[in-house]
């Protein structure tokens, strides 16, 4: 059996396709290229704009001495499983401050 999550993500892009999830299901399971993300120039600047936050308040941490894991991306048709027991790993030896 197949595993399948389901995001609040995958909910609100369901509610605008039905048909979403079929397609989502067959991408995660590697059947399916992922689609090219379609996004205006202002949603791009929002994104870059997380982006560069996200990496400033990383950056802020680690001068402070603080410790940061970063989660690395899912492989392609790798399961949610599989993947929360791979990045768990390193979390129950890291000292998080």
Do not use: N
């Amino acid at each position: 059996m197949t595993e399948r999550l389901l995001t609040p993500s995958k909910i609100t892009a369901w509610l605008d396709c039905a048909h979403y999830l079929t397609l989502r299901d067959e991408v995660d399971r590697g059947v399916r290229p992922q689609p090219p993300v379609m996004v205006g120039e202002m949603a791009r600047m929002l994104i870059d704009k997380g982006l560069w936050h996200e990496q400033a308040v990383r950056d802020r941490y680690r001068a402070e001495g603080r410790t940061v894991l970063e989660v690395p991306e899912r492989a392609q048709g790798e399961s949610f499983t599989r993947g929360t027991a791979r990045v768990a790993r390193p979390c129950s030896t890291a000292s998080m401050t």
